[in-house]
DNA sequence: ACAAAATTTTACCATATGGTCAAACTTTAC
DNA sequence: GTAAAGTTTGACCATATGGTAAAATTTTGT
């Protein structure tokens, strides 16, 4: 088949083919999700080959049939990974109420935290290293904080919320909600909560409702 | 000489002598400076031995000479840190104002993550990997957290500031000032600053305190 | 059923890495 | 100055790891 994208590679010896099979999606699926697993838990550097290949129930070169190397697995992770998580940015919504639109949100990257705490370490783990391959993607980023860093600018300038500096108000809203997945550790030995700890993000997003609400408002 | 410590060996060959040279001690600062370094940078796993000698200008074997492992090397850092860490949360004062305590833990806070963020970032992989070597350690901080919180609780009671949950609290506060530290690169990138960026710490103060003081009042 | 394509496995390889050893060299105490 | 203690080095070793080659097996389209 050798699909269009060259880090994936599978069947390398037959000619161009254009469609994927369905074992090769399944397979693809299979390893992305062992790999989001291996490299959440320790890293990119930290992690093996054999680990990822062992979680997902397969050989070694089985898995390396179908992405050429283990940097080819976390791309593609880290590809997927930011368009969902800059999602939430791209919602926030010049028409509407400011204080609402902030609420709303501190409450779906607080979702994200919950729900996808592994890509929420993968990326704090990319960031850490000094973010060696998403230079250009964190470019986009800035594009769009910038783009609704002057939406926020608007409302200040038509008093409908306190002024504040935007950017500091977005880095301090993902800093919160993304500790909740990256500090997890920590906030577990914290809170004495063992094992579920499921009312954590309840706890959280009143606390930060309130914060927010009372900082933000005029 | 034999150190007490279990993890440092220095003159494996020779009897139980008790104090430390002076080459021993200034190569073994020489060797925890180049680690944090590269702890910081690469992680622990992702950090050789060999990286962390050439950037101490000595040899593996000699490196090893003072410290066994690579295990103690980052066990004395994390060891080192965690005090400095906790001290700005040890000061908060019961006897007073609330509000300005709680401006000043942040301000302490941020001063750490802009003075010493390569303690930040050896920390914050630490947590990220679930905290494999600090478990004891994180106990403590748990306490810790349990002392200030009654102080939080205390306040709150006789009406000095607004009602919260004083841990989710601590964690808003570690979030956003170690994001300054950990997330360096992205931040760098958002903000367009290239190079210095020194003014980044005043806006983020200026910020959080709003954004806390409006957050916090009665 | 059968050939072509795709997939999986077995056996490897080169390099990197944590760590050791014993000999050579330096420093310190007398 | 000298001997003991402390330090440094070069040569090594075992294992882990990323990755490859080619043969063997399975799947797919007809």
Known sequence: ??????????????????????????????????????????????????????????????????????????????????????????IIDAGGDPISEIQSYIRRKLELARDYPRESRLFANEILQGAPHIQEELHDLRDLVEEKSAIIRDWIRQEKMAACDPKHLFFSIWAITQHYADFDAQIRVVLGTPGEGEGRFEDAARFLDQLYVNGLSK
Chains 1, 2 share one sequence.
């Open 1 to 90: 088949m050798s699909p269009p994208s060259s880090d994936v590679r599978a069947a390398p010896r037959s000619a161009a083919t254009r469609k994927r099979t369905r074992i090769q999606k399944e397979k693809e699926e299979l390893i992305l999700e062992a790999a989001l697993d291996v490299f959440a838990r320790h890293g990119f550097r930290g992690s093996t080959i054999d680990q990822i290949a062992e979680q997902a129930g397969i050989s070694k070169p089985n898995l390396l049939y179908y992405f050429r190397t283990k940097e080819a697995i976390h791309r593609k992770l880290i590809d997927r990974l930011l368009d969902t998580w800059l999602e939430p940015l791209r």
